[in-house]
């Protein structure tokens, strides 16, 4: 069997084929294939779609994600470090190189705590703000056209689903 990856419609694809020629006994791939493209999928929107979208704006993709946290806030745009830690998902050493870049950027100040003197908090500054507002309407452009393949109702079910597959892992691991 020749394995080059043009007759197959994606890396998934291929993989699979490799897997049930060589080793039949593994049974059923679904799960496999599943994720292989879940994660292929994002690994190229992330790639490809979103972080150039990002760079028209100056911005990384994690540090747009610290300034739409501040955003989406509300009230004064303030949060603390560990709340942007949380929000994020992002190491604490990351989030202290994105905040300095940010803070250089003059995007975000920091500030004393007023209610823990051992810490600060972060502040979206009016500069910031407008960035983040541009780039946030600039990138939910970018996500409609990545998802223009897929009917409305598509992107509902994929969204249902999606939904229900990370239900999996807010709950206790079930025996």
């Known amino acids: 069997m020749s394995w080059e990856v043009p007759e197959f419609s994606d890396h998934t694809e291929f993989m699979i084929a490799q ?6 006994e593994l049974g059923d791939l679904t799960a496999m294939e599943t994720l ?3 994660g292929e999928a ?16 100056g911005l990384q ?10 955003r989406r806030s509300g009230g004064d745009f303030v949060l603390t470090p560990t709340q942007l830690f949380e929000t994020t998902m ?7 190189a994105r905040l300095d870049r940010l803070e250089k950027a003059g995007w975000i100040k920091r500030d004393a705590n007023p209610y823990d003197r051992r810490s600060f908090i972060i502040i979206l500054t009016p500069v910031g703000k407008e ?21 409305r109702a598509e992107q509902t079910l994929l969204n249902a689903l999606l939904s229900k597959l990370l239900a999996r892992f807010a709950e206790p691991e079930r025996a």
């Open 36 to 38: 292989s493209r879940l």
């Open 131 to 151: 960035l983040i507002e541009r780039a946030l309407v600039g990138h939910l452009l970018n996500e409609e056209k990545i998802v223009r393949s897929l009917s």
């Open 42 to 57: 994002a690994r190229r929107i992330q790639r490809e779609a979103i972080a150039p979208t990002m760079e028209s704006f």
């Open 61 to 70: 993709p994690g540090e747009f994600d610290v300034l739409a946290a501040l």
């Open 19 to 24: 897997y049930r020629h060589e080793m039949p």
């Open 90 to 96: 992002v190491s604490s050493g990351g989030m202290t």
